[in-house]
């Protein structure tokens, strides 16, 4: 399975911007879906989460501002981020896994898409 990942950019603080994953071909509903980013001089974390039945998972800093949601048809995932903050820059990454259930660390995770860059200015 091939991720791709789009939507990054350059913005400023308190715009929004909309990451897409688009998978190369038609995975499991039972999958876990999830979206990393990691800022310069950092460890990969987890951002949000979104399991088969739709129940969804945020990092605390980003809870109220981000939205992870996902179209089986398109095989695709999405993730919304508003009210950006500069402490948001990073390269985002989107992550299959095949559980049913999120992990926080990356290393449980079985795809991954080859990251898009949002830098967030002051």
């Known amino acids: 399975v091939q991720l791709v990942e789009s939507g990054g950019g350059l913005v400023q603080a308190g715009d929004s911007l909309r990451l897409s994953c688009a998978a190369s071909e038609q995975t499991f509903s039972s999958y876990t879906r999830g979206w990393f980013r990691r800022a310069p001089g950092k460890e990969r974390e987890l951002v949000a989460a979104?399991?088969?039945?739709?129940?969804?998972y945020y990092r605390d800093s980003v809870t109220g501002r981000f939205t992870i949601s996902r179209d089986t048809a398109k095989n695709t995932v999405y993730l919304q981020m508003n009210s950006l903050k500069p402490e948001d820059t990073a390269v985002y990454y989107c992550?299959?896994?095949?559980?049913?259930?999120?992990?926080?660390?990356?290393?449980?995770?079985?795809?991954w898409g080859q990251g898009t860059q949002v830098t967030v200015s002051s």
């Open positions: 992550a299959y896994r095949r559980s049913t259930a999120w992990a926080s660390s990356p290393v449980f995770w079985d795809y």
């Open positions: 979104i399991s088969w039945n739709g129940s969804t």
